[in-house]
Each structure stands twice: as C-alpha cells, then as structure tokens.
C-alpha cells in the first residue's frame, strides 16, 4: 500500500474511535452546554480529517500532473539523402553519426572535420578486406591517450548516402585507441561542400 494511502487510513481510523468516544459521552452527559462543546469538537474533528485527506488527494494529483509532463528522449532523425547531398541531425553529444559503405561493407562513422585522414579501427578495417600487419604500422597518430602507431592505408571507394568518393587515403589503428571510426578530412574535401548550421550537417557532392 502505498504510504500517502496508509495515511489516510490510519486518520479514518483514528477519526472513528474518536467519535465513537464522544458518542458515548453525549448519551452519558445531561449537561446541554457540555453536549454543545462536545458536538462541537466533533465538528471540527471530522473537518481536519477531511482537510488531511484534501491534501493527500492534492499531492496525488500534482505527482499524476509532473509524470505526464515528462518529455520523451530525444531521437535525432535519420540522416536524409537526395541525389549527391545528405544532411545528417545531430545526436545527444552533438556528434553526426552516418553509416558508410567501405569496399561494399557497411560501417559506422562519426564525421570528424578534426580529422585529417578518414581513420578505422583495426576490427572494422577488416571487414572492409584491410588488414595491416605488424610492419605496416609506420606512422604515428597522436589521440587522447597520447601517441599510437597507426598503419597507413588507401581506401577505393566509400559511400554515403547518394555520395561517393574514391581512392581515399585513410588511417587503421588498433580498437583499443580508437572508439568509433572517423569520417574525416580526406574524405570531406572531396565534397562540393561540407557545412554545419542550426543542429545539422550537410554535406553535398
């Protein structure tokens, strides 16, 4: 049971004893003036626990009220293709997410204008058939975790949307310095343009 119902029960309880212990004392009492005092408390007892269950009532509704102006999860909309232009909304950190095709395989990406190269972890490289080995990590790429050896690449083909964009240089690095793959600027500045305004990104063959 809840505790604003457990309340109100207890207070009708209470209320009923009470006023069964004056009933007995008006039929036990001759005095009119002290039956008038006593139907009098009475009175003002019943009215204090109508007040009481008032304002139980008055809570229920205002938390009823509060839970129905609760606002839904934002949910930014699918990116939007038409023709050579796609315009991407962003998600709830600001970052503009889109899925690529690379080589024929679909891989996420989170656009980088940051980024100088187009830039895949190693586990999403490989499905797009690009597998380095040891002796390929020859450049250093500086992140958040400080300086990582990276293995230079060129990518044939990607696609987003109704663009494509071909012999991209790119950069794979291991999965564990990298949290997502980055769609940046050797990608980008193959476009007609790239612009950003009012939540969304477009971007435009």
Not at 18 to 36: D, E, K, N, P, V
Not at 70 to 85: L, N, T, W
Not at 135 to 162: F, L, M, Q, S, W
Request: charged share 20%; net charge neutral.
């Amino acid at each position: 049971m809840p505790y604003h119902q457990h309340t109100v029960l207890q207070q009708y309880l209470c209320v009923n004893a009470a006023l069964s212990l004056i009933w007995q004392i008006l039929r036990r009492t001759r005095g009119i003036a002290m039956r008038q005092i006593i139907f009098l408390a009475a009175v003002l007892l019943g009215m204090g626990a109508f007040a009481a269950r008032y304002a139980d009532h008055a809570v229920e509704s205002r938390n009823d009220a509060q839970a129905a102006v609760v606002q839904p999860a934002y949910e930014p909309r699918e990116p939007v293709s038409s023709g050579r232009s796609l315009t991407v909304d962003a998600d709830r950190q600001g970052h503009f997410q889109v899925e690529a095709r690379v080589e024929g395989r679909f891989i996420d990406f989170v656009v980088d204008t940051g980024a100088s190269l187009v830039v895949l972890r190693e586990s999403s490289a490989a499905l797009a058939g690009i597998r380095p080995q040891p002796h390929d990590y020859t450049a250093v790429a500086v992140t958040a975790n400080g300086r990582i050896k990276a293995a230079p690449a060129k990518i044939d083909r990607i696609e987003v949307g109704g663009i494509t964009v071909y012999d991209v240089p790119a950069m794979v690095l291991p999965d564990e310095a990298l949290a997502k793959n980055l769609l940046g600027v050797s990608f980008l500045s193959r476009l007609k343009r790239y612009e950003y305004a009012n939540g969304r990104l477009v971007l435009e063959q």
